[in-house]
């Protein structure tokens, strides 16, 4: 299941009442470490946990801390330190080296759920904002600020940072609205990319005007299903803040339809599923060229990775669109410089 705090607020709000709640927030890091800053996680008196801090190796000592916060509705903040011998994580073996900062804040309907209703709402409606969250010192103040804007930032990311404000430190985070997907076609190499997006915790929309295609029983996870005329795609992203689109009906027609009419949309990613000579009859049939397109298509579709049947190719697929959204290199983690070999033949590619 998705980590990011909209799946996470999913969970919380329909049991916001019924149990008492602690968010948990990663706002300072040294060094290597697996959760970044802004980083969220949700435990409750039931004894759930939702969303990691961690690889998964503190989430049970944080839990412990989490109910002394239950009972005293005070904030606290945690240090793990994976650099000390003497610390619990590196007692723990969790091998990342780094320095963690953790902030506990209770959740109550008297301090206003610390904005998570407000930003549930936000998210809901695909608006973004920013989230303050204050730092405590020892007398575990709990004050949570949220504004919302619709304004985009350059990543899907979460981005966070600490400032100063009147003396008190706080962790500003930004939050944006899942990426949200727009598949154009609905046969059986669409229903494993709406399912790894749904995995990603993206908002999918599936859109095919065929009676045949697209049917609910196969795309149980995608978020809105489309048989609408091709002349509402534009307003459809628009309205939806759709960030990006796979062009794959496997019919040059309705591909060129699709693209035609989504040109006018300002997409941070457009794909195309078939060969470069698909690529080149589609424009064709759009009577768009490489220079009119406001975002250039990816096509073939995806990256390099010897994809074939339709699970790696959605695989491909959502890598490519996550380092773009990302605006990421898709290079190796572990050799920066590696060069993935060219397509043998790109004429012949299935992505």
């Known amino acids: 299941m998705a980590n990011d705090l909209s799946h996470l ?51 049970s000592d944080i839990h412990r801390h989490a109910r002394q916060v239950m009972h005293s509705h005070k904030a606290m903040t945690l240090c793990y330190d994976g650099s000390d011998e003497d610390d619990l994580s590196y ?40 989230l303050y969250q204050r730092i405590p010192d020892a007398a575990g103040q709990v004050e949570n600020r949220f504004i919302a804007t619709d304004a985009p930032s350059e990543t899907m990311t979460s981005a966070s940072r600490l400032i100063m404000e009147a003396g008190q430190q706080w962790l500003v985070t930004q939050i944006r609205p899942a990426p949200h997907l727009l598949i154009a076609g609905g046969g059986l190499d669409a229903r494993p990319l709406v399912a790894m997006a749904h995995q990603l915790g993206w908002h999918t929309s599936l859109w095919d005007p065929r009676p045949a295609n697209a049917r609910r029983e196969h795309f149980p996870t995608a978020n809105r299903i489309i048989q609408t005329p091709v002349d509402s795609l534009a307003d459809y992203a628009r309205t939806e803040k759709v960030d990006a689109t796979v062009l794959m009906t496997h019919n040059i027609g309705l591909d060129a339809a699709a693209l035609e009419a989504l040109n006018s949309t300002p997409l941070r990613y457009c794909a195309l599923l078939g060969p470069q000579h698909r690529r080149a009859q589609v424009l064709q049939a759009a009577n768009l060229s490489e220079a009119q397109l406001t975002t250039p298509i990816a096509g073939p579709a995806g990256l390099d990775i010897g994809a074939e049947l339709p699970e790696s190719i959605a695989l491909a697929i959502l890598a490519e669109c996550h380092a773009q959204l990302q605006q990421r290199s898709a290079r190796s983690l572990s050799n920066p410089a590696l060069r993935i070999p060219a397509k043998m033949n790109t004429d012949s590619g299935r992505t």
């Open 9 to 59: 607020l999913q969970q919380w709000y329909p049991q916001r009442d019924s149990a008492n709640w602690v968010l948990g927030t990663v706002y300072q890091t040294e060094g290597p470490c697996y959760r970044k800053p802004g980083a969220t996680m949700l435990f409750n008196s039931l004894g759930q946990q939702f969303g990691l801090l961690s690889g998964g190796c503190l989430e």
């Open 91 to 130: 007692q723990l073996g969790i091998g990342c080296g780094g320095t963690v900062h953790i902030l506990l804040q209770p959740i109550l309907a008297q301090q206003q759920y610390l904005q998570l209703d407000a930003l549930h709402q936000a998210l809901g409606n695909r608006t973004g904002g920013y």
